[in-house]
């Protein structure tokens, strides 16, 4: 069996790279699917809370990803330092509210409230929600207000987040779908539309 190639994720040094959108979608490509709150008791009263938990990226996990033009299957990672310098230019770009749907549009309805870095496996809160992810792993709490991707949450059609964003000049968009890394069919335009929106 042909060993497959593993590609290294980073940053630019201008930090013009990075993620720019979090999706929703039914088939993260890191395998780690998120805990929702909802009807937590709060003065005796059932409220919904519409949050979602989950990682967005883990640190050294193998992601499998498909060349669509070569179909050469090959594999991406992204390092902890790496993780870091996403999770933080997200937040410093102000992208808390970019979020897809199965990568395919954006929606309203969706913010990103909470994002931290694993530091204490143990004592982590993603720990207290039942995940066993390690230390480096970037997670992530969104607010879901619209009803009906509330909806979709609940029924179990979307399960997870996937990053979306460029590395290395390459897009990535992290779904199981394979076909998606095409997402992005001009890279230099996408570039163009990061620099307008800092």
């Known amino acids: 069996m042909e060993k497959r190639k593993v590609y290294k994720c980073v940053i630019d040094d201008e930090n013009r790279l990075g993620v720019h959108a979090i999706g929703l979608v039914e088939e993260p490509a890191i395998e780690e699917n998120w805990v929702y709150l909802n009807k937590v008791k709060l ?21 499998l990803r498909i060349d669509k033009d070569t179909m050469e299957e090959y594999y991406i990672v992204f390092d902890k330092e790496t993780i870091y310098k996403c999770a933080h230019l997200y937040l410093k770009k102000n992208l808390q ?20 870095i694993i530091d204490d496996t143990e004592k982590d809160k993603s720990s207290a929600m039942g995940m066993s992810l390690p230390q480096g792993t970037w997670m992530i709490g969104m607010y879901v207000e619209d009803d009906a991707i509330w909806s979709g949450v609940k029924e179990e059609k979307i399960k997870g987040f996937s990053i979306e964003g460029l590395f290395n000049n390459v897009a990535v968009s992290l779904s199981k779908n394979f076909e998606e890394d095409a997402f992005f069919k001009d890279l230099d335009l996408l570039l163009e539309d990061i620099k307008k929106g800092e």
């Not at 979020?99 to 931290?116: K, N």
């Open 97 to 116: 509210h970019a979020a897809t749907i199965e990568h395919e549009f954006a929606v309203t309805g969706v913010t990103m409230v909470e994002s931290w």
């Open 43 to 63: 003065s005796a009263v059932n409220n919904d809370k519409r949050m979602l938990y989950g990682a967005a990226l883990v640190p050294d996990k193998q992601i």
